[in-house]
Every structure is written in C-alpha cells, then in structure tokens.
C-alpha cells in the first residue's frame, strides 16, 4: 500500500498542522489513505473542499478518504454523508498520536461513526507537535491557535476554539530545529496572533516572544510574522520592529474595513484612525516597513459612502498587499443574519478594491528598481525579498539560501533580479 496523500486547504496554520499530521501518520505505520485538511473561512471554501475530496477519491481508487480541519469541525455531517468520506477528524483529534493508532486500518462503516470531532471549545492546551522539516523553504511555527474575539463574520472561533498559546520554551525549541535543519526564515502563525501569551504565567507578549527567539536563536537569519490585529500590538513587539533587523519589514494587517460603522458591525477592536496612525508609527520606527492587509468588500450595510472608506484606507495606510474577500455570510454567524448586499454590488467592490491593490503593488515595485535586496530563494528562478516582495532571475539560484540582488526591473506581479556576481 502506498505512503498516505495530504492535501492542504486555507492558511499557513493548516500548513503547519499537515507537517505534524504527516509525521503522526508515519509513526503510526498509516498506509493507503488520503488526508484533506479543510478550510471554511467562506462558503467557497467549503465548496473547494468537496470538489477537491471527490477528485482526490478518483485519483486513489480505495484508498480511505479522511477529511479533517475547520469545514470538517464546523459541519462534519456535510462531509460525513459523502460516499467518498471514511471518517471526519476535529482539529483537535487531527494533532493526537492516539487518532491516527485508530486510522491505521479503517472499515467501511455508517455515517454517524464516521465522524471523530470533539467540542473544540473544551480544548485547552496547544498540540505542542514540533515538526522536522516543512515542504518549501519558509517554515510556519504555530505558537498560537483559537480565537477570544467573536468578530460578526467569522466562523473561525467555531471552528478552532478559543485562544490558547504554545508556551515561549516549545517555540523557541521548534525553531532551533528548523534551523539546525538549515532553514533561513521562520513565519510565527497562529489565529490570532496578538493575543498570544495571555494565557501564560506573567502573561507575556508577542513582542516578548519575538525578542526572546532572537536572543535564544542567533543563526536564525530571518523571522516573520503572520497576519496580525494592529491594535492590539504590544510596545516589545513595536521595539522589535525598531531595532531587530532580523525581524522581517512587513506585517500582514487583518484591517478588514476602512469605516467606522461597518468596524462597529463587524465587532472589529480598532477604528480607521487607528490603522493609520499604527502604520505611520511603524513605518516612523522601520523606514522600510511593508504593509498587506486583507479587507471584505460588501460587508451587509455597506453604503458607497462607507465602501469609499475602505477603498481610500490602501493609500492612507499605504497597503501594498492586498487580500480581498467578497462577503460570504456563514451559517450561524451574527452577520448572516444582517440584510445583505445583492451579489453584483459584493462583486464589483471586490473588484474595484483588488484593482486599486493591484496599482499599490505596481507602484511598490516600480519604486524597488535599481535597489539591491537580500532574497530567499524558494526555488531556482523565485525567491521573496525581505519586505516579501516576490523577485524572478533569469538565472537558477541555489534554492533555500539569501541571496544579495540588484533589482534590475519589474513586471506585473514581481521583481526581475540579477544576483550580486
Ligand atoms: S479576530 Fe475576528 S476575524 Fe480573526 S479569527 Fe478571531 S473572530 Fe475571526
């Protein structure tokens, strides 16, 4: 029988957790079996998930179809009824040793015992898996996971549980072995993020965290930080930005909205001047700081007046980054029960925002040419620059090592790179 295929659906937190599923998997000797570790920030991502079981079912005639990850935690009978699906693992069940010992050899059996998923909300601790090895050259830590906030769109919490962090010693230790296993960038991931450390002793910060694997860590060459809430940032984390150039210059900012009313709909913690003046206060700190950010287009209520506040934030925080989401309301959130905009309206401010994001980024890369950067190769002709700036070279590079290049010109979507001879 052959080694188990995974397929990973979503963000970089799943990313991570399909590392540690595939080395739970090898120990425990599971032969023959898919794995897909779903998403359901949407509705379409919930779609994609069972479009992608039923091809992978065609593709492994036989094999047991295992379907784990937020869409498997949110609604496991969606999944459990599906002919293709042997069993429906929760997120906490997918990260114990014991789960996949079960999995070995599984039986044809009905829908209800199919499905293996525990309240997530009853999990308390982090599954401190630490993984070997990750499949690309930037490797996700997970150092928080759930969600304290209950933000009117998202299904997030329902589906990950409420906060819990992965205690600074087992983070530090991860990413020495990722170092020692020679890898030069690090991404800190988790739900969300800032809150990581209240529920520690001391309740230490982020900022701490990230101080402490700098000191602890000295051969890692370079730490990013995944998607963060601005206001909730605290004043380690704003030193570290200052004066830690080992702490990548960019931050992934989950604003969601430029109004303040719609802020106030969502349940959002920070209104449209503090965005701005957050970012103005990171760049004053770090001159070279980068911005992304990911912003709902036709959240329910939105007026074109409130629609042009979102649009207008990508130049009043300067966002190069975009990540757009038309709204999708999701069963048993607040905001699905709000009167919804009509489809075309959602659609065309999704497309108006990812077409003033795509002019923030030409005019980002236009304004690099003639620099040089230092880019981590992730493969022979891509790498990303410090501000995560994707560079192409004519010319194949060694894969997982920093380069130095000139930037020689720019096309829609990159960098053109010349190595340093
Ligand atoms: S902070 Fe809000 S948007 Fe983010 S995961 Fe929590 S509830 Fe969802």
Redesign the pocket.
Known sequence: MSAPVFSTLGCRLNAYETEAMKELAASAGLQGAVIVNTCAVTAEAVRKAKQEIRKLARENPGAAMIVTGCAAQTEPETFAVMPEVTRVIGNSEKMQAETWRTLRAPDLIGVTEKIMVDDIMSVKETAGHLIDGFGRHRAYVQVQNG?????T?????YG?GNSRSVPAGVVVEQIKRLVDKGFAEVVLTG??LTSWGADLPAAPRLGDLVLRILRLVPDLARLRIS?I?SIEVDPALMQAIATESRLMPHLHL?L?AGDDMILKR????HLRDNAIAFCEEARRLRPDMIFGADIIAGFPTETDAMFDNSLRLIADCDLTFLHVFPFSPRKGTPAARMPQLQGPVIKDRAARLRGAGEQALQRHLISQIGQSHRVLVESANMGRTEQFTEVRFETPQPEGRIVQANIAGADRAHLVGEPFA
């Open positions: 969600c304290d906030h209950r933000c769109f998202c299904i997030i919490p990950r739900v969300d998607s809430d989950s969601q969502m349940k959002r913690r």
